[in-house]
Structure formats: structure tokens, C-alpha cells
């Protein structure tokens, strides 16, 4: 546009003044995309974390990590507050470190992101370590009262749904204390 570019279609000029601006901005733009892109690394992976606070002991929790995870991924790294994992496509890092007080802060880190397998193991291993410390606490048992009231809400709704029979042209309507009315 500064060069002149639109005046054969167009027949637009810009001012001296504008083109020497425009130009300008074009520079600096190029250069600083240039930065950005040295700073670019494309081996750097992208890392998913979870987090955990709990109080167990940081060692307790690795070896429940090292009971969860040794069957399914192979040991990479074994530290006194950290275990790392690698599977054929991914690889998983888990830290614990005493915090103030009695706490341990548990990371669980895998570098494939959003609803992968090695994601959804880290899920569960958190999981693990929460019923570490609170054993009555089941996923199962939550999923399972969350299915029986969905089914009892279905029932409670067919059970006041309108019925209409083909072979007559009365309507039974049923309410839910069991009563039926007719209407013709």
C-alpha cells in the first residue's frame, strides 16, 4: 500500500507522510515477529499438571505411585521426591514436597493434553492418593447414587406421562398417586 500498490486498481495514493509511517510499522513488525520466532522452541513439549494436597507422607504417596504406575508405564526416574514414567508415546512425572505443616503437595504432570489415556491415568492415580487418607471416599459409590436418582426422577416423571389409546378415542391420564381419570 505504501509503494503505490492500489494506484493502477484503484487509483489511491497515500501521502508521503503515511506511506513513510506504514513502511515503518512494516519493519518493526517483521522484526519483532523474527524475536518472537527465536524464541520458539519446537522441542519443548507442552505439559498438562494436576495438583494435590493431601496428608499423607510424601513417601507414602510414591509408593503408591510406584504401585499404580509400575504396572502400566515403564520407571524412567527415581528420586527421593519425584518418579517419572515413560510409556511408548508419553511419559508421566509425579513430585511430592512436604508443605507447611503436615501437608504433601502432589503433582502429577503428563506431556499429552486434553482426555488422553496418560491424562485420565493421572487422574486416577490422584484419585488413589485421596483414598490414601479418606478410604470411604469411592468414585464408584458417587457414580452409582448419581445413576439411581436419575432413574428414580425417570420413573417419578413416566409415571405422570399421558397415555392415549388407539382403539378408543378416551384418554387415560395417570397421576401420580395412582388414580386414573377418563375423559371422553
Same mark, same amino acid.
Given at each position: 500500500? =505504501?509503494? &503505490?500498490?492500489?494506484?493502477?486498481?484503484?487509483?489511491?495514493?497515500?501521502?508521503?507522510? /503515511?506511506?513513510?509511517? @506504514?513502511?515503518?510499522?512494516? !519493519?518493526?513488525?517483521?522484526?519483532?515477529?523474527? /524475536?518472537?520466532?527465536?524464541?520458539?522452541?519446537?522441542?519443548?513439549?507442552?505439559?498438562?499438571?494436576?495438583?494435590?494436597?493431601?496428608? =499423607?507422607?510424601?513417601?507414602?504417596?510414591? *509408593? %503408591?505411585?510406584?504401585?499404580?504406575?509400575?504396572?502400566?508405564?515403564? #520407571? @524412567?526416574?527415581?528420586? #527421593?521426591?519425584?518418579?517419572?514414567?515413560? &510409556?511408548?508415546?508419553?511419559?508421566?512425572?509425579?513430585? =511430592?514436597?512436604?508443605?507447611?505443616?503436615?501437608?504433601?503437595?502432589?503433582?502429577? @504432570?503428563? *506431556?499429552?493434553?486434553?482426555?488422553?489415556? /496418560?491424562?485420565? /491415568?493421572?487422574?486416577?492415580?490422584? =484419585? +488413589? %492418593?485421596?483414598?490414601? %487418607? +479418606? #478410604?470411604?471416599?469411592?468414585?464408584?459409590?458417587?457414580?452409582?447414587?448419581? *445413576?439411581?436418582?436419575?432413574?428414580?426422577?425417570?420413573?417419578?416423571?413416566?409415571? !405422570?406421562?399421558?397415555?392415549?389409546?388407539?382403539?378408543?378415542?378416551?384418554?387415560?391420564?395417570?397421576?401420580?398417586?395412582?388414580?386414573?381419570?377418563? @375423559?371422553?
Amino acid at each position: 500500500m =505504501a509503494a &503505490g500498490a492500489l494506484y493502477p486498481v484503484t487509483g489511491w495514493l497515500l501521502s508521503p507522510i /503515511l506511506g513513510e509511517r @506504514a513502511m515503518a510499522w512494516s !519493519s518493526l513488525s517483521v522484526v519483532l515477529n523474527s /524475536l518472537t520466532l527465536r524464541a520458539f522452541n519446537p522441542e519443548e513439549r507442552r505439559v498438562m499438571r494436576y495438583f494435590h494436597r493431601t496428608s =499423607a507422607s510424601p513417601e507414602a504417596v510414591l *509408593d %503408591v505411585a510406584k504401585s499404580f504406575f509400575g504396572g502400566r508405564l515403564a #520407571p @524412567a526416574e527415581e528420586s #527421593p521426591r519425584r518418579r517419572a514414567y515413560q &510409556g511408548t508415546l508419553a511419559a508421566s512425572r509425579i513430585s =511430592a514436597r512436604p508443605e507447611g505443616g503436615h501437608y504433601t503437595f502432589v503433582e502429577a @504432570a503428563t *506431556d499429552q493434553v486434553g482426555e488422553s489415556e /496418560l491424562d485420565k /491415568l493421572a487422574k486416577r492415580f490422584l =484419585a +488413589e %492418593v485421596h483414598r490414601l %487418607v +479418606e #478410604p470411604a471416599h469411592s468414585h464408584a459409590r458417587r457414580v452409582l447414587a448419581r *445413576d439411581l436418582r436419575a432413574v428414580a426422577r425417570f420413573a417419578t416423571a413416566a409415571s !405422570s406421562w399421558s397415555v392415549v389409546t388407539e382403539s378408543s378415542s378416551k384418554s387415560t391420564s395417570a397421576s401420580p398417586s395412582g388414580k386414573s381419570m377418563m @375423559a371422553e
